[in-house]
């Protein structure tokens, strides 16, 4: 069974600038979710999907992050404007329903805003 | 509100030496669901263990074993005989539905040979 798939695996952008990132989950997996891990922190939740629909965004800095599932498989989650404190592993996991049902994290995508 | 504590920030031990990893937790749930989570230098989170509110057996897996004491709210690790493979930041989370996953610190264990 594959993994869920994320990238780029590294990316470095100076402040003001936007970027995005992707994900695939596992096939079948109606529940994706977007973290996001500060170094030397525990992962933090910033959004939730069931399906293609939001379940949970309440940490989300929506004045700058947003995301979107299309089509409710794939999804990207996107910064504009960086800000130098965006920097962090955004990571992405999927799961069938609840985390009791093969909840799997993808390997990450490492910011570095300049 | 929810609430994961790893004390130890980073323990170093030597190769084949026992190491417990300590985890305290605060919910006002009944229902939740602990977790441990390996973090290697690659990255990415690997899935060690699974725990429910209701069940406090111990759990032994290989070198690796948990226990769970609800009257004390812990979720302790321990590595037995433990290898330089061994070597990553250790998570420990909670979740429960509505909630959705918390997760502590970390604590990294280096694993000198």
């Known amino acids: 069974e594959a993994g869920v798939a994320q990238s780029p695996r590294y990316k470095i952008i100076e402040k003001r600038q936007s970027v995005a990132f992707w994900c695939n989950p596992i096939?079948?997996?109606?529940?994706l979710y977007w973290y996001q891990q500060i170094l030397g922190q525990g992962p933090k939740l910033l959004i939730q999907?069931?399906?293609?629909?939001?379940?949970?965004d309440s940490q989300l800095p929506k004045d700058r992050f947003s995301a979107e599932r299309l089509k409710g498989v794939d999804s990207t989650l996107k910064i504009q404007p960086a800000k130098l404190e965006d920097s962090a592993v955004y990571l992405c996991a999927s799961s069938l329903a609840g985390p009791g049902d093969g909840y799997t994290f993808g390997s990450g995508t490492r910011l570095t805003v300049v | 509100a929810q609430k994961v504590t790893q004390a130890q920030t980073e323990i170093s031990v030597v190769e084949k030496e026992d190491v417990t990893l300590d985890c305290v937790y605060e919910?006002?749930?009944?229902?939740?669901?602990l977790f441990w989570y390996k973090q290697p230098p690659s990255g990415e989170l690997v899935f060690l263990i699974r725990r429910n509110s209701f069940d406090e057996q111990n759990e032994i897996s290989g070198r690796y074993s948990w226990n769970f004491q609800k009257s004390t709210s812990s979720f302790n690790f321990t590595i037995t005989a433990s290898q330089v493979v061994d070597s990553a930041v250790y998570f420990c989370?909670?979740?429960?539905?509505?909630?959705?996953?918390?997760f502590g610190p970390g604590t990294r264990l280096s694993v000198l040979p």
């Open positions: 096939s079948g997996h109606a529940t």
């Open positions: 999907f069931q399906n293609n629909g939001v379940v949970d």
């Open positions: 989370a909670l979740f429960n539905y509505g909630q959705n996953f918390v």
């Open positions: 919910t006002r749930d009944t229902t939740y669901y």
